[in-house]
């Protein structure tokens, strides 16, 4: 049996389990871990397309909205080209699955998403130095998805993440 085969099974078995995002996510991991290695890099990045249209099908892509009107969607599972959103602005903000479940709402304030305001009484993060930027993160599924948020000099970047 192929490794593509292999890759497969492993995901199938783990949207099976009872408890599928906690198992999704380890076997996403298992499976990334696998493609540091040369030869299985064609057949992760192949297993990877699949999950992320498997996501799709099951409407776990997340839209968010500004103020009523939508801003992006964001993939979790698809990868760090997919799971986040540039030019977050100050704004009242909605999060559903495409299915129209309400996954969060909330405000966020120029101190959540404008490096100026984030660290006014503060020192900023060095841009070359050791220091990254704090991250303001909220608990999506229980705990089992994290949302972030990092600051940006015009506007911020929400980033959607699967717990593993």
């Given at each position: 049996?192929?490794?593509?085969?292999?890759?497969?099974?492993?995901?199938?078995?783990?949207m099976d389990a009872p408890d599928s995002w906690p198992a999704i996510a380890a076997a996403l991991g298992r499976i990334q871990m696998l493609g540091a290695c040369f030869e299985n890099r064609d057949d992760v990045l192949q297993s990877r397309a699949?999950?992320?249209?498997?996501?799709?099908?099951?409407?776990?892509?997340?839209?968010?909205?500004?103020?009523?009107?939508?801003?992006?969607?964001?993939?979790?599972?698809?990868?760090?080209?997919?799971?986040?959103?540039?030019?977050?602005?100050?704004?009242?903000?909605?999060?559903?699955?495409?299915?129209?479940?309400?996954?969060?709402?909330?405000?966020?304030?120029?101190?959540?998403?404008?490096?100026?305001?984030?660290?006014?009484?503060?020192?900023?993060?060095?841009?070359?130095?050791?220091?990254?930027?704090?991250?303001?993160?909220?608990?999506?599924?229980?705990?089992?998805?994290?949302?972030?948020?990092?600051?940006?000099?015009?506007?911020?970047?929400?980033?959607?993440?699967?717990?593993?």
């Amino acid at each position: 049996m192929s490794d593509q085969l292999l890759f497969l099974l492993e995901l199938i078995e783990a949207m099976d389990a009872p408890d599928s995002w906690p198992a999704i996510a380890a076997a996403l991991g298992r499976i990334q871990m696998l493609g540091a290695c040369f030869e299985n890099r064609d057949d992760v990045l192949q297993s990877r397309a699949f999950v992320a249209e498997v996501a799709r099908a099951w409407g776990v892509v997340f839209e968010v909205a500004r103020d009523g009107r939508r801003v992006g969607l964001l993939e979790p599972i698809g990868g760090p080209e997919t799971n986040s959103l540039q030019e977050i602005s100050p704004g009242h903000y909605t999060i559903k699955l495409l299915t129209g479940l309400l996954i969060w709402e909330g405000e966020f304030a120029p101190k959540d998403v404008l490096l100026r305001d984030a660290y006014r009484d503060g020192e900023w993060p060095a841009a070359a130095g050791d220091t990254k930027p704090e991250l303001r993160g909220w608990k999506l599924f229980g705990g089992r998805a994290r949302m972030e948020i990092l600051p940006g000099q015009d506007a911020g970047t929400m980033r959607i993440t699967i717990n593993a």
